[in-house]
């Protein structure tokens, strides 16, 4: 089969566009042949190697994949698989067993890893994953499957970000910082569809632009206005936001726990700024702030969140599709920034 190969961790140049074994199945597993596969930012902090990650080599990129079934393995026992069925790819792998498991936690649990990153991932034409693992697209839904990859990792991460950890109620404010990325837009749509009032901030107005469209009710461009929580404050009548959801970490912390109102609760799920903050223990006690942690989610929130997607409630948004010989060029947007929605690459 074709996929891209990193035998080494770094540049983009890593990133080779070659022939490889195409994977065999254990019993317990199912061949899916790929349609699309989504990038994430994950994508980029792999390929660049996370210190002691430990994986095999080559290893190969890519948690959000969506295709067909193409072979199944003799023990699998999933009565909605069959040969032919385009389904979709829960990238969580979890041993099933485990105290956190058993409690349906299952990014909790003591083995969590996600395909690309801990696994060989879907830069590829073939994939092996456990069965458990394909999710059936059911055939009311009109999805193409280039739109289906692009759904899992980050809207199942943006529900469980404001749905389980926040708990987010009707007619709360939400500040989401860097609206653009996968994540934030995705999160924009969940904070609207539960009734929220949604503030976002990026440096490009051309993105804050695009957001008014998804439903974003407040804008701010963080480069014109660097003290955006001060912004946050007077758009709520001094009051401060309920919840803030962020994945920049060390450049907004701080700002992020001032724009909050009293009692308010910071959700963060990643650091792309960096990972390393102070943190203002006055504020944090005064304001009686929760400070959220949160890793992708359950199978039941994924489940929770596709249902929306295949009634229409919740909408991937693409910018751009390539042919995976491209994946450079791919890896070269992701890294700019400049995208407004995902970038799926296409076997
Ligand atoms: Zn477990």
Known sequence: MKAVLLHEFGEIENLQYTDFQTPDITPNQVLVKINAVALNHLDLFVRKGIPGLNLEIPHILGSDIAGEIVEIGSEVNVSNIQVNQQVVVDPGIYCGVCEFCVQGQHSLCNTY??????????????????????????????????????????????????????????????????????????????AKLNGARVCVTSSSNEKLDKARKFGADFTINYQENPDYHKEVFSLTNKRGVDVVVDSAGQATWEKNMRALRKGGRLVTCGATTGPIAKTNINLLFWKQLDLLGSTMASRQELNNVLRLVWNNQLKPIIHQVLPLSEVQKAHKILEEGKQFGKIVLQP
């Open 113 to 190: 890893g996600i395909l690309g990153e801990h696994k060989r991932g879907g830069y590829a034409e073939y994939i092996a994953i456990p069965a458990e693992n394909a999710i059936p697209i059911p055939d009311t839904s009109s999805l193409e499957l280039v739109q289906a990859a692009a759904v899992p990792l980050t809207f199942m991460t943006a529900y469980h970000m404001l749905v389980t950890r926040a708990k987010l109620k009707v007619g709360e404010d939400v500040l989401i910082t860097g609206i653009g990325g996968g994540v934030a837009l995705a999160a924009l749509q969940i």
